[in-house]
């Protein structure tokens, strides 16, 4: 029995000796330069004795640990550095395009659609489309290269084309050139068969040229006949027949088998319908052909020059030619049926 106590005791004291766990307390971090003094705990001891502090040296945590790593900061991740940048060189404003020097356009009212080389090209509410004009621009510079090789002469200037609302009655006309203000109108609606307009165009640009080559004032009191004729001839690659053959030549011929030929003298303030007017320019055109193919353009261009007004028939054949109107007029017609 009194083993049996002395064994109970001994196992009391070991149970509450010095505490083997941890409290919150323990985790928390210490001071830096602060030594923490020696703690006072209280031992538990057995009803009806008091006990005696003493001081308990604290003991080391169970928990091994090791030694602190050195604070190593983790580079950032690597960033994708953009290409540089390629910087454009410096562009220069780029040169307007060239114009026909010489004698400048005029300048216009109404809306400027198109300009190239030799011409501004303007338009009114009504007339053709700007879509259209600038459509047949280029188309109109070679029309002018054309007149210039058939002329032998080329402008001395640049020109102002407006178009206008078309016009309406008997005598109503497509185009008018105004060579001395370098101007030409043109009277078209806006959807108008851009190849129409040009085949126009290119016998107005002869007026011009006449202009610049013959000058002023030979060229306002030209003769009626040579003035329209030589333009009729001159733009005839824009006016062929099926066959390829100039439809000047066509018409004529077919005139004098049906036996209507106008005479050369015809005048259009008698008479301005446009069949009218269509068919003596056709005939005028043939006749300037005559003229060219049996005199020459020396010759030509001396009648042109010798004129004393717009009527048919005002040139000095006579003093040019040695014959009348009237007789170069017969030996035409004649010429006409061996061309036939």
């Not at 928990?63 to 940048?85: D, I, N, Q």
């Amino acid at each position: 029995m009194r083993y049996f106590l002395l064994i109970l005791l001994t196992l009391g004291v070991s149970g509450c000796g010095t505490p083997t766990g941890f409290s919150a307390a323990s985790f928390e971090p210490a001071v830096a330069q602060v030594q923490p003094a020696p703690v006072a705990m209280a031992t538990v001891v057995p009803a009806g004795r008091v006990a005696q502090p003493r001081p308990v040296t604290p003991v080391a945590s169970a928990v091994p640990t090791e030694a602190p790593l050195p604070l190593v900061e983790e580079p950032p991740p690597p960033t994708e550095v953009p290409p540089p940048t390629e910087v454009p060189p410096p562009t220069e404003t780029p040169a307007p395009p060239p114009l026909l020097p010489g004698v400048p356009a005029p300048i216009l009212t109404g809306e400027l659609a198109m300009r190239t080389y030799s011409i501004d090209f303007y338009r009114l509410p009504g007339g053709l489309s700007a879509s259209t004009i600038q459509a047949l621009a280029i188309p109109a510079e070679y029309a002018i290269i054309s007149g210039t090789l058939k002329m032998n002469s080329g402008l001395k200037g640049r020109i102002a084309i407006r178009f206008e609302p078309p016009q309406t009655g008997p005598c109503a006309i497509r185009g008018l050139t105004l060579s001395g203000e370098r101007t030409i109108r043109m009277f078209y609606e806006p959807d108008v068969d851009p190849n129409r307009v040009l085949a126009i165009l290119a016998h107005e640009f002869i007026h011009q040229l006449q202009h610049d080559y013959y000058g002023v004032p030979e060229h306002f009191r030209s003769d009626i006949i040579l003035l329209e004729g030589m333009a009729v001839w001159a733009s005839y690659p824009y006016f062929l027949a099926e066959d390829g053959r100039p439809l000047y030549h066509v018409r004529t011929q077919q005139a004098r088998r049906d036996g209507t030929l106008l005479p050369l003298t015809t005048s259009l303030d008698a008479d301005c319908r446009t069949t009218t007017r269509v068919n003596i320019y056709d005939q005028w055109g043939s006749f300037v052909e005559y003229l060219l193919l049996t005199y020459g353009r020396e010759k030509l261009d001396a009648a042109y020059r010798d004129s004393r007004g717009r009527p048919a028939g005002s040139a000095n054949y006579r003093g040019v030619y040695g014959k009348p109107l009237s007789q170069l007029e017969a030996e035409w017609i004649e010429w006409l049926a061996t061309e036939d």
